[in-house]
C-alpha cells in the first residue's frame, strides 16, 4: 500500500467523522451521524493495518507475528464493544461513556511508553538513536493527560454509577485544606518532568510524569458533586481527544491527530455550552476547582413547610381538562425507566386533542443529552421535543407543566442572588398555570437546594416512582 494511498484513505475516513458529528447534532440525523462515524473507523482500522504491512515489508520483517496480535485485539475489543451495547441500559449510558473515556485514556499512556521504548519500531528514530526533542514534548503530553484521562474517568464512573461505598466514589463531593494548592503544584511537577524529560530522555522522570499525571487525575474530579457530573462527562470527553491528537503527532499519524482534534474541540465546545447551562466558570472547569460550591448552601434553614400533594388521579384529571402540556423529563424518570410509559400517556392526551411538548434542560440527568436520548429510545416524535430556549417562552401559555424526576434544573432559586445556583438557566416551568411535579420525596436534588417550586399553591406533588405514578395517570384518563 503506497503513502499516497493511506493518506488519501485516512482523508476519506476524517470527513466520515466530520459528517459523524454534524449529523450527530441533530436526532433526525443522528442514525446517519452514527453510520458515517462507524464507516470512517472502519476505513481508519483497515488502512492503518495495510499500512503496517507496508512498513513490516519495507523492513523485511515479517507482519505474521504482529498482525496475528492485532487480529486478536480488534476481535477482543469488538466482542466486549458489543456486549456492553447489547446490554447497557439506558439509565447506564453515562457509565458507559465514563468508561470509554477511560480506555482511550490509559491507550494513550500505552502507546507512549511503547513509542517511548521502542522508537525505532514506529519510525520516529533509527534504532539506538535518541528520540527527537519535539517528538518528545508530545509523547510527554500525550501521556499526561492519558494518565489524568484515565483515572478521572474511572473516578467519574464511580460517581456516577452510585453504587460503590468507596468514598472517592460518592456522589458529594471529596475537599481538603490546600486541594488547589496540591493540584496546582503537582500540575507544575508535570510539566517540569516533561522538559526534563524532553532535554535528557529520562525513563524515570517520563515514569514520574506519568504516575503524578494518574494520582492528579484523581484529585481533578473529587471534588466535584453529583450536579456536576454532565460537565465532568463532557470535560473527560475533551481530554480524551487531546490525548489521542498528542499521540497522532508523536507517530506522524494524520488520522489520530485529525480524529483527536475533532473529539478534543468538540468536546471543549460541549463543556462551554454545559458550563453556560450551569453558570459555571469554563477555566474551572477545565482545572477541577468547581464542585463543592453547589452543594454548600442547602435547605430551608431548618424551617418545617409542607406542599401540596396528590393522587395520580387527581393530576390525570387535571391533565384531562387541559389544552396544553409541557413535560419536563430529569434523572428520576431515566431512574425508573419511565419513558416509554410517558410517551403512552402523551399519546393519550393527544388523542383527546390536548397539545403536549417535552421540554428538554441541556444538563438533566447525568451527560448531555441524556434526556434526549432516553426519549428517542421511546420513540417520542422529534417535533415534540425542544431544547430550553425555545420551549421558555411557552410555559407562562401552557396549562399544565407535570415535572417527572427533575429538581433543579427547575428551581426558581436560580433566579434569586446569593443561591449558589443563582445564574444557572433553568426551564420556566413556575410560569405554568398548574404545576405537577412527580418525585420520590421531597429530598433536595443534586445543588442540596430546596425548590419554591414545590411549595407554590398551583402545585401539586404526586409522590411515587415515575413509571408507576404515570401508568396509573395513563390509566384514569377517559
Known amino acids: 500500500m503506497s503513502m499516497n494511498l493511506v493518506v488519501l484513505l485516512y482523508l476519506v475516513a476524517s470527513v466520515c467523522f466530520i459528517q459523524a458529528l454534524k449529523g450527530l447534532s441533530h436526532p ?18 483497515l488502512t492503518t493495518i495495510g499500512l503496517i504491512v507496508t512498513l513490516a515489508e519495507q523492513m523485511s520483517v515479517s507482519a505474521a507475528q504482529g498482525l496475528g496480535w492485532i487480529v486478536l485485539g480488534l476481535l477482543a475489543g469488538g466482542a466486549f464493544g458489543t456486549l456492553l451495547a447489547r446490554r447497557v441500559e439506558m439509565t447506564k449510558m453515562p457509565e458507559l461513556v465514563a468508561f470509554m473515556h477511560s480506555m482511550i485514556g490509559m491507550s494513550a499512556v500505552c502507546i507512549a511508553i511503547a513509542v517511548v521504548a521502542e522508537p525505532w519500531a514506529f519510525g520516529i528514530a533509527d534504532k539506538g538513536a535518541e528520540i527527537p526533542f519535539g517528538n518528545k514534548i508530545e509523547l510527554f503530553l500525550g501521556s499526561a493527560i492519558g494518565a489524568i484521562t484515565f483515572s478521572g474517568s474511572v473516578i467519574a464512573f464511580g460517581k456516577l454509577s452510585g453504587k460503590y461505598k468507596f468514598r472517592l466514589f460518592q456522589g458529594a463531593p471529596v475537599v481538603f485544606a490546600g486541594q488547589h494548592l496540591l493540584n496546582l503544584a503537582l500540575g507544575l511537577a508535570v510539566l517540569a518532568l516533561g522538559l526534563y524529560f524532553a532535554a535528557t530522555g529520562s525513563w524515570t522522570a517520563f515514569f514520574v510524569l506519568t ?35 498528542g499521540i497522532g503527532f508523536s507517530l506522524n499519524n494524520s488520522m489520530l491527530i485529525i480524529a483527536g482534534s475533532l473529539v478534543g474541540s468538540s468536546g471543549a465546545i460541549l463543556s462551554y455550552i454545559m458550563c453556560k447551562a450551569m453558570n459555571r466558570s469554563f477555566f474551572n472547569v477545565i482545572l477541577g476547582g468547581f464542585g463543592g460550591e453547589s452543594s454548600a448552601a442547602a435547605g430551608s434553614g431548618g424551617v418545617q413547610r409542607t406542599a401540596k400533594s396528590g393522587s395520580a388521579d387527581d393530576a390525570a384529571f387535571i391533565l384531562s381538562n387541559a389544552e396544553t402540556v409541557i413535560i419536563v423529563p430529569g434523572y428520576g424518570l431515566a431512574v425508573a425507566r419511565a419513558q416509554h410509559a410517558v410517551k403512552e400517556l402523551a399519546e393519550k392526551l393527544t388523542h383527546k386533542g390536548i397539545t403536549v411538548k417535552y421540554a428538554i434542560h441541556p444538563v438533566a440527568g447525568r451527560m448531555p443529552g441524556h434526556m434526549n436520548v432516553l426519549l428517542a429510545e421511546a420513540e417520542v416524535p422529534y417535533d415534540q421535543v425542544f431544547e430550553m430556549e425555545d420551549i421558555n417562552p411557552e410555559f407562562g401559555q401552557a396549562d399544565v407543566a407535570i415535572i417527572l424526576g427533575a429538581n433543579d434544573v427547575v428551581n426558581p432559586a436560580a433566579l434569586q442572588k446569593g443561591s449558589s445556583i443563582y445564574g444557572m438557566p433553568i426551564l420556566e416551568a413556575y410560569k405554568a398555570k398548574t404545576v405537577i411535579v412527580n418525585k420520590r420525596s421531597m429530598a433536595t436534588g443534586y445543588a442540596g437546594l430546596d425548590n419554591e417550586l414545590f411549595y407554590m399553591d398551583k402545585t401539586m406533588m404526586v409522590f411515587g416512582d415515575a413509571k408507576k405514578v404515570v401508568e396509573d395517570m395513563t390509566k384514569a384518563i377517559e
Open 28 to 45: 433526525t440525523t443522528s442514525i446517519r451521524g452514527n453510520v458515517f462515524g462507524m464507516t470512517g473507523m472502519g476505513i481508519a482500522i
Open 211 to 245: 504516575a503524578i499525571a494518574f494520582v492528579l487525575g484523581v484529585l481533578i474530579i473529587i471534588p466535584i458533586g453529583g450536579a456536576d457530573m454532565p460537565v465532568v462527562v463532557s470535560m473527560l470527553n475533551s481530554y480524551s481527544g487531546w490525548a489521542a491528537a
